[in-house]
């Protein structure tokens, strides 16, 4: 059976797990664990990207964001091959390090959120990495220790973790310390690392009790969350696919939409691309970069190229939008 499209848009909220091929190890030491969280906080930081939580295991990551303006294959793509890259010249290797693909689920966040902060900081607990609660209170190589204020970082979005429990610092590490203890003896749970209905109801039995009740509920294996939330995220994946546009389109759609917009405005196509701030080209310029990502589903670096400026300006553009 074929594999799904990936499902993604800015905001959505994603369980990403990743392994090694055939379940081999992809870090070998801490020189290899600090390689990969170095790149992704770098691209986080580069694409506004929010983690809410993250573990490193010897032969899997799991990491729970949100998609950044660029999405999440393209922050993904860019985080496995440039570690997988520098991980075999470093150990001397050839080939694939990870399976061929990514694991991504999207999450109902009000249902599942805290339980998956919870469910990927205990990973290293779980496996035996570490040996008591106080020792994960200071692992480096998880985000747990960074919500407890044990260790600081600048790329891992603790605030709003700390608003599920409480509004003040200090009571929401309590709380949340106080709620990872309480999930200490829950074990493995399947229900939280795959989508689709038996999981997202905890179990066959609890889909057949349902089933007793009410009329199915629609199911996806990409989808973790509830029946109306699944046709919500599937009802936007049709519509955006809907308004999909093969990549020559896009690229005379391109040219035509600028070329008009400078017509229109009385600008000349080279002073917007040249990065000039005169009132009438930034105005162009900002009318373009919303609806060459809003309309045309340009990236922020495309719609850059194309307007003279970086990918952090068009993401201000947009923010200011919004």
Avoid at 6 to 27: K, N, S, W, Y
Avoid at 64 to 89: C, D, F, H, I, Q
Avoid at 104 to 119: D, P, T
């Amino acid at each position: 059976m074929p594999r799904g499209a990936r499902l993604d848009a800015p905001g959505t909220l994603h369980h990403v797990m990743v392994r090694g091929i055939e379940q081999q190890d992809i870090f070998v030491d801490d020189q290899d664990r600090d390689n990969f969280v170095s790149r992704l906080a770098a691209l986080v930081k580069a694409t506004e990207t929010p983690v809410y939580a993250w573990a490193l295991m010897s032969n899997h990551v799991h990491i729970l964001l949100k998609s950044g303006p660029e999405g999440l294959p393209m922050v993904m793509r860019r985080l496995l091959t440039g570690y997988a890259v520098t991980y075999n010249k470093r150990h001397n290797r050839h080939g694939h390090l990870f399976e061929n693909r990514y694991k991504s689920i999207v999450c109902e966040e009000e249902a599942y959120f805290k339980e998956l902060v919870r469910y990927i900081h205990l990973n290293p607990l779980r496996a035996g990495a570490m040996k008591s609660l106080s020792e994960l209170n200071r692992y480096k190589w998880c985000g747990h220790s960074y919500l407890l204020g044990q260790r600081k970082n600048d790329w891992q979005d603790t605030e709003y973790v700390h608003c599920w429990f409480s509004y003040s610092t200090v009571l929401a590490r309590r709380a949340y310390l106080s709620f990872i203890k309480q999930g200490m003896d829950q074990g493995r749970r399947p229900e939280l690392v795959g989508g689709g209905l038996i999981r997202s109801l905890g179990g066959w039995s609890a889909v057949k009790s349902m089933r007793r009740r009410r009329p199915l509920e629609k199911s996806d294996q990409r989808i973790l969350g509830s029946g109306q939330f699944v046709e919500k995220i599937l009802d936007q994946a049709e519509k955006r696919m809907k308004y999909q546009i093969q990549p020559d389109e896009i690229q005379e759609k391109t040219r035509q939409l600028i070329q008009s917009t400078c017509n229109k405005m009385g600008i000349q196509l080279s002073a917007l691309q040249s990065g000039s701030r005169v009132r009438a080209v930034a105005s162009a310029r900002r009318i373009l970069a919303i609806r060459l990502v809003s309309d045309l589903g340009l990236s922020l670096a495309d719609t850059a190229r194309q307007l003279g400026v970086t990918s952090s300006a068009i993401a201000q553009i947009l923010r200011r939008k919004n």
